[in-house]
């Protein structure tokens, strides 16, 4: 365009919307219009290529990539012939539930700052579900190996710290918090989960149950490469469940 | 020659006889041992009924019935029995119950307990009364088929007469147990189940309704009321004591020689599984596929029927064996081990209970190698609070080290000392093996 010509976009009441240079998107090209002396036209992006590396597209990649988990979980625990169409009927619900969750973050945040960021808590929240599924099934694992109660604790602490991340990344997307301070934050909340949880399982301590209870998941391994005792030392080991039993039928009911 | 045929009623030979036939009538049932066939049903009733008491308990503040039960006269001193589970409440929970008795003719006195037999189910009562009449506990020589007449008060509508069949003792029980053909109901636990003349054959138990009843032969009664009545008899500890000492003299006796090396074994697919740990268990087998199912669940089941009431809300004294071989063609190795885990730990084991008689369970779960087998083994029990020194106890296992196949074995007993419990968990484990 002759450099002497000024091209302005008005509104309807001759407010000014945008000067030279702009942008105008008519897809899928995207044209800039500037005056010839400007710098020369930075190459536009391919609009495609934008999409998948938009907020937007990233949500739908790793939604896609989760929901593919979340089928492949519910079909490792389907045993019928119809075990496709139940694996993503129950692939399906998963989903739902995260895009619930993922709401509840983006109105938060929409309320705090004035975006929602729907697509980045959508990223997070599958990131999250699929961490926690892939621990669930570790934990299963380990104990099966090391069938001992003393591992609740460290898989606890795992646990906890799972979440409390959660809550970092989270605040990380709906705020403009420092690290540290969203650090404090999520631990103040897992603190008071962790708190309210202990106060139910404390009050339920002593709750009388008829029913047995116990971790039954065994793991597709070489028997021969399963740790094992022999039936005597496991007789021997029972000792320890008699205590505990003598000591719970000394207490008042 | 002429021949004189004889004939009965001429002349004195005649009279003589006639005299013997009338006075073998009026003998007859004044005999030991023998049945007068002639007896009838309201005979019976008329005769024997006031010999058979109600057995009502009560809240200690109430006047309102918690249990009725029948109950029976067996000497002149005012004893009386019936079953234990008919006073259960009294020997659970002293101090909050209080039982009474009432005759044939309405009177109701107050009566204690004097002894009990849990295994049984009988108890022994005393009442202040000084019976005229009773019934005898001697009775033997009963033949199948015979005919036998149960007395008591079912479902409180007055005392009633039942007439049955006696079709001896039950085979292979833990204790004796006699099958009667009759209709018994709630309410007629205690009463006795007599001959035509007054003796007794049991006492009323159980029904599992369609006129199968179960009697309590008279002979565990009689050894009870000698028990209670011998110089110096006393209850060491209290009832509760005493109910846990029978109870656990009774489980060692038949535990005893469960799931030895020579008892025998079923086999399920690849593996050898203990089966029939001992004659008086029944055992059932069946198969398992849904239609749409990509997997087949092979079972095979034993257990006693001989549970041991303690009250209302908790049996015991039973066993069960239970194998389930889970096997599959189509699935992957880690989908039938995801099938197989939830096998393992199928929410089935719920042994009810009542949170004043037993505790919680405590469990703990081990990898045990029996050989060449590997098994993931999980044993759970829980205490008896009111009964010292009884647990109920669970063992299951499940085989391992197959992509397809596995067995799931669940041992359950109740109302067994914990060194019985550990020695059959050790016992049950070693005698699961894989055949290679």
């Known amino acids: ?253 | 020659m002429n021949r004189r045929r004889w004939r009965p009623g001429a002349g004195i030979a005649g009279v003589l006889l006639r005299i013997a036939q009338v006075t073998a009538v009026l003998l007859t049932p004044l005999l030991p041992g023998s049945r007068a066939a002639a007896q009838s049903t309201p005979e019976v009733f008329r005769r024997f009924s006031d010999r058979v008491v109600k057995i009502q308990v009560y809240a200690a503040r109430s006047t309102a019935k918690t249990t009725l039960g029948s109950g029976f006269y067996v000497d002149g001193s005012g004893t009386v029995i019936t079953n234990f589970h008919v006073v259960s409440k009294l020997i659970n929970e002293p101090g909050r119950y209080r039982a009474e008795l009432t005759d044939v003719r309405g009177v109701t006195v107050p009566v204690t307990v004097v002894a009990i037999d849990v295994v049984s189910d009988l108890a022994v009562l005393s009442s202040p009364t000084r019976p005229t009449a009773w019934l005898p506990l001697d009775t033997t020589g009963i033949r199948r088929g015979e005919r036998l007449y149960s007395l008591g008060h079912p479902q409180d509508l007055g005392l009633s007469i039942v007439e049955g069949t006696y079709n001896g003792l039950l085979e292979h029980t833990l204790y004796p147990k006699i099958h009667f053909t009759g209709s018994l109901n709630p309410g007629m636990s205690g009463g006795p189940t007599i001959t035509s003349d007054g003796h007794v054959a049991g006492i009323n138990v159980s029904t599992e309704g369609n006129e199968i009843s179960f009697l309590v032969p008279a002979a565990r009664a009689r050894a009870l009321v000698a028990r209670a009545h011998a110089p110096g008899f006393r209850v060491p500890g209290g009832f509760l004591a005493d109910a846990a000492r029978q109870i656990l003299a009774y489980q060692d006796l038949y535990l005893r020689d469960m799931f030895r090396p020579s008892s025998p074994t079923v086999r399920l697919g690849s593996y050898r599984l203990p089966t029939q740990p001992a004659p008086f268990f029944k055992c059932w087998g069946d198969t398992y596929q849904k239609p749409d199912s990509q997997y087949t669940v092979l079972s095979h089941q034993c257990s006693t029927d001989d549970e041991l009431f303690i009250s209302d809300e908790q049996e015991s004294g039973v066993a069960e064996v239970d194998h389930r071989l889970v096997t599959t063609t189509t699935l992957s190795t880690a989908r039938f081990f995801s099938l197989y885990s939830t096998r393992f730990a199928l929410a089935d084991l719920d042994f009810g209970g009542d949170e004043r008689y037993v505790t919680s369970f405590e469990c703990q779960t081990r990898n045990v190698a029996n050989g060449a087998t590997r098994m993931r083994v999980l044993f759970c029990a829980r205490a008896y609070r009111k009964l010292p020194g009884l647990y109920d106890a669970v063992v299951r296992a499940a085989t391992l080290g197959s992509a397809n196949t596995g067995v799931v074995t669940t041992l359950k007993l109740s109302g067994v000392s914990f060194p019985n419990a550990r020695e059959l968990a050790r016992r049950y484990i070693g005698s699961v093996s894989w055949i290679q």
Not at chain 1, 118 to 137: D, M, P, Q
């Open chain 1, 1 to 253: 365009m002759d450099p002497v010509m000024h091209l302005e976009v008005v509104d309807r009441d001759d407010r000014v919307i945008h000067r030279m240079p702009f942008d105008a998107s008519v897809f899928p090209l995207t044209i800039r219009i500037a005056r010839s002396a400007d710098a020369a036209a930075e190459e536009v992006a391919n609009r495609d290529a934008r999409l998948v590396t938009s907020p937007v597209g990233r949500a739908l990649l790793v939604g896609a990539a989760a929901f593919a988990v979340f089928c492949g979980f519910m079909w490792m625990h389907t045993y019928s012939r119809s075990a496709v169409p139940a694996a993503i009927g129950g692939g399906l619900g998963y989903m739902l539930g995260v895009l619930l969750y993922t709401m509840l973050w983006a109105v938060g945040g929409r309320v705090a700052t004035g975006s929602s960021r729907f697509a980045r808590h959508f990223v997070w929240a599958c990131v999250v579900t699929v961490t926690l599924i892939l621990l669930g099934v570790a934990q299963n694992a380990l104990l099966f190996f090391l069938p001992s109660p003393f591992l609740y604790v460290p898989l606890a602490v795992v646990s906890i710290t799972a979440v409390a991340t959660t809550i970092f990344g989270h605040l990380g997307i709906a705020s403009s918090m420092p690290p540290v301070r969203r650090w404090r934050v999520a631990g103040i909340a897992v603190a008071s989960i962790a708190a309210l949880v202990g106060l139910a399982v404390y009050s339920g301590w002593n709750d009388f149950s008829t029913r047995v209870d116990y971790v039954g998941a065994i793991e597709p391994l070489s028997a021969t490469v399963i740790p094992a005792e022999s039936p005597d030392d496991f007789a021997h080991g029972l000792d320890a469940v008699k205590r505990k039993l003598d000591r719970k039928g000394s207490r008042e009911h």
